[in-house]
């Protein structure tokens, strides 16, 4: 049993980085059986997920989306905000109902809460039927975690609080095959106050530029029109493994395997140098991530953001001037503690002052072991809720006046299904990441057409093919 250490996980060495080969292959146990996977959180969780059917895929289980059919049950999770910790532990209260008529299903919690030394403790006092908690670091052990699950019920907690090292090679089942997602790096070194994904993740590293590139063109050779480089920190990237190499560079090559849409997220303003801003090649598309969390000075040094306000907004014009067409969306986060409303109000002037085509807000939830959890002058649940409704209602103004723009005009879209609104329609998204609902035939689902745009709303815009 490897219990976590949030005091582990916050090291930071000089110790090389391990590039490893998955080789973990039990057999074909998995024969004739089935799994369940509940994943929660960000786009790195949903690639953690991808690598978790491929794993058991490759030992035979089969995916069922009917949880009690399942012989192996998985929630894959995020420990991001409290919420979602909540949706985790009501999840398990439900499983542990229908275990009992069937005590040999396998249930199990992966992701970032494995990571965490308060939910494990949980696990321990609580959960105790479960059968296995497996960390961040050895998603490639899963299949032998489950096997052993099976040859012996009890509880097994497989969890490393370390820097990390990174394992190519991994199966994965994509959940789709048009778009992919690639990890280009992994962790983070930034340690902002409010976030436990330094703890989580381990330290910052950087895949190889050749592994990287051959993933893409394998994506590509197998029709697949767009890739999302992935990473805590996608700015950073090469850092800490080459001298002359970073970002810049790995687009640049990743843009010459020619294939059709390039994205990458999530960027961080703090190593977002101008080189980065990239228009060159076509196939970078015109979208940019860009976080910023708080408008007020006084709140961003207190999360640890190392960029002030104005540093943000001369950056976010860099990219408004030099990148055509470009979109920028953020986070915010609303009631960080000691946040007065003055420093509330700077935020609302920057959402004014940059008029982001989209935002990601939050209602600022202490997470165990950072620094802000401990802070005092923790804000109000109602004052929380009353500046997230006014960020809300700000941020959708300018998103329906960003949309609204693109009325009249034809953008290209990437198909990508069948429509959530109308089953008649198809969905997909534009150069510049906008949602379009679209009056066309499935047969388009999978190819990049023009589309008129003909309706905006704050959240997706609707169009009609043009021949």
């Known amino acids: 049993m490897k219990l976590p250490s949030l005091l582990e996980a916050k090291k930071r060495t000089t110790k090389k980085v391990e590039y490893l080969d998955y080789n ?3 057999s074909l146990f998995g024969l004739n059986k089935k799994y369940y996977l509940k994943t929660y959180g960000c786009q790195m969780n949903e690639h953690d997920s991808e690598n978790i059917k491929g794993i058991l895929e490759s030992v035979g289980f089969n995916n069922t989306d009917v949880m009690e059919d399942a012989d192996v049950i998985i929630l894959n999770t995020c420990a991001i905000r409290e919420n979602a910790h909540n949706k985790v532990f009501g999840l398990l209260g439900r499983i542990k109902h229908f275990r009992e008529s069937n005590p040999n299903i ?22 105790k039927w479960m059968d296995f908690v497996l960390g961040t670091h050895n998603i490639d052990d899963l299949a032998n975690v489950v096997k052993k699950c099976m040859d012996n019920k009890k509880l097994q907690i497989e969890v490393y609080s370390k820097e990390g090292d990174i394992v190519e090679g991994i199966p994965v089942k994509r959940d789709s095959n048009i778009t992919a997602w690639v990890n280009i790096m992994l962790g983070c070194d930034k340690f902002c106050t409010y976030c436990i994904v330094p703890y989580a993740r ?9 592994s990287i590139i051959n993933e893409v063109e394998e994506l590509k050779e197998k029709g697949y029109k767009e890739v999302t480089l992935l990473g805590q920190n996608v700015n950073a990237y090469g850092k800490d493994l080459y001298d002359d190499y970073d970002l810049a560079n790995l687009l640049e090559d990743v843009a010459k395997t020619n294939i059709e849409r390039i994205r990458f997220v999530t960027s961080h303003p703090w190593d977002f ?31 640890g953001r190392r960029y002030t306000k104005e540093e943000y907004i001369t950056l976010y014009n860099k990219i408004r001037e030099n990148v055509p067409n470009v979109s920028i969306t953020t986070d915010i986060i609303v009631g960080f503690p000691t946040e007065t409303e003055e420093d509330f109000k700077e935020t609302l002037d920057l959402v004014c002052t940059c008029k982001f085509d989209g935002a990601f807000t939050f209602i600022y939830s202490p997470r165990e ?15 929380k809720s009353k500046r997230l409704k006014e960020l809300n209602t700000l941020v959708n ?17 990437l198909v990508l299904g069948v429509s959530e609104k109308d089953d008649t329609k198809v969905m997909g998204y534009t150069e510049n990441m906008k949602l379009v609902n679209i009056d066309a035939s499935k047969d388009t689902i999978g190819k990049i057409i023009n589309v008129e745009i003909t309706n905006a709303k704050s959240f997706s815009l609707d169009g009609k093919l043009v021949k």
Request: proline share 4%; net charge positive.
């Open 202 to 210: 381990g330290k910052q590293r950087s895949r190889t530029k050749e």
């Open 106 to 127: 396998i249930v199990g919690l992966m992701g970032c809460m494995s990571q965490e030394e308060v939910v494990v403790e949980e696990i321990l006092k609580n959960y």
């Open 369 to 383: 072991g950072t620094p802000a959890s401990i802070m005092k002058e923790q804000v109000d649940e109602n004052i």
């Open 273 to 303: 140098t101008d080189d980065k801003i990239i228009s060159k090649y076509k196939n970078v598309m015109p979208y940019i991530h860009l976080p910023v969390q708080s408008g007020s000075d006084r709140i961003l040094k207190l999360m």
């Open 397 to 413: 103004k300018y998103s329906n006046e960003s949309n609204k723009k693109l009325l009249g005009t034809i953008q290209k879209c």
């Open 24 to 26: 973990n292959n039990p």
